[in-house]
């Protein structure tokens, strides 16, 4: 037996109820490895199947966690052997297949990478699905070519903001961090940002398509209005890379700034990156984020403390990268 958080639900009133409790291997998923968990980690996907489900969650009882990072236990496929230490993001694991918020999990072994030389499994839960979608989008933004001005993080304090922030002062850029927490400030400067942009200055529509040429790209974790104003004020040929929606999936923008500055808008998904792209992504984590600056992100947790995490984090209320041990 181990332990595990799911999810139930009450087909009567519809509610949902998430506590840490007992299950045995034959409880498992079908999949060809079976993993020994050892950490994982709390994104915004996760906070709404641990409550809810926002539409994400198939069927219950419901074991959430989108990753997670831990030892092969016993394998089907040669790829992977007993011992060997693996990572997991995407492929909607913790949505509709079980996931890592348990000691024990059984997946496709497509779904797996190896642990990137240089990476510990807790370090690599510090860095999760938001920190692996961040450096996507940086590989985005190289690949399209960072400008002279600064680079743009929006919801810089954020999981996905907080790595990218690291990752991108760490190759010698300046970062310019927006956060609507105040106090969060002297954290972003410590990873790396160079400028703090208050949410409320960039935060409003403008009737004006084009500003000021300001930033030299731009990883966007907010979306809606802050997106749309973000267009209008990049240099020529510039790129922004959208990885979330916290203000919203509607972008109020005109085609003005692709057409007369050749501005790209990258879309980034994480879910369903092929293989070969996630080893790279992996690897290029291992070497260019700063391991000191990843520790500064990490707020531990344990199964016990998920059900109030995944409350906090759709409120927002969640700063850096909460490494989840499952075993403590």
């Known amino acids: 037996m181990f332990n595990a958080l799911v999810v139930n639900k009450d087909e009567e009133s519809g509610k949902t109820s998430a506590s840490v409790a007992q299950l045995g291997l034959d409880d498992l ?25 926002g539409g994400l969650v198939r069927k ?11 030892t092969v236990e016993a394998s089907d496929d040669d790829r992977y052997a007993p011992g060997d230490k693996v990572v997991l993001t995407g492929w909607r694991v913790g949505e509709a297949h079980w996931g ?3 000691q024990k999990a059984r997946v496709k072994a497509d779904w797996l ?45 954020g999981g996905v903001g907080s790595v990218a922030t690291a990752i991108l002062a760490n190759l010698g850029y300046q970062v310019a961090g927006v956060t609507g927490r105040p106090e969060t400030a ?39 209005a802050m997106l749309a104003r973000v267009l209008g004020q ?29 501005v790209n808008l990258l879309g980034i998904d994480s879910v369903m990156q092929p293989y070969d792209n996630r080893v790279r992504a992996w690897e290029r984590v291992a070497t260019d984020l700063p391991m000191d ?11 016990s ?9 759709l409120k927002g209320q969640v700063k850096g990268r909460v490494v989840v041990d499952v075993n403590a």
Request: proline content about 7%.
């Open 234 to 262: 990049m240099e020529y040929g510039a790129s922004v890379a959208a990885v979330g929606l916290a203000g919203g999936a509607g972008l109020p923008a005109t085609v003005i700034p692709f057409l007369l500055r050749g």
């Open 113 to 157: 990478v190896p642990l990137p030389s240089g990476l510990d499994t807790r370090q690599a839960m510090a860095v999760g699905t938001a920190g692996f979608t961040a450096m996507l989008a940086v590989m985005a933004l190289e690949d399209h070519g960072i400008k002279a001005g600064p680079v743009l993080v929006t919801g810089a304090a």
């Open 305 to 313: 403390d998920l059900p109030q995490l995944g409350s906090d984090i």
């Open 293 to 303: 600056k990843l520790e500064a992100m990490i707020q531990p947790a344990t199964l």
């Open 186 to 224: 002297d954290y972003l400067t410590s990873l790396g940002a160079s400028q703090i942009v208050a949410r409320e200055e960039i935060n409003e529509t403008t009737k004006r398509p084009l500003e000021g040429e300001t930033w030299g790209g731009c990883v966007d974790a907010v979306g809606g």
């Open 100 to 102: 890592g918020y348990s």
């Open 29 to 53: 998923p079908a999949g060809e490895v079976t993993v020994s968990v050892e950490y994982s980690t709390v994104n915004y996907k996760d906070g709404l199947c641990i409550g809810p489900g």
């Open 60 to 70: 219950y009882p419901h074991v959430p966690g989108i990753d997670f990072a831990g």
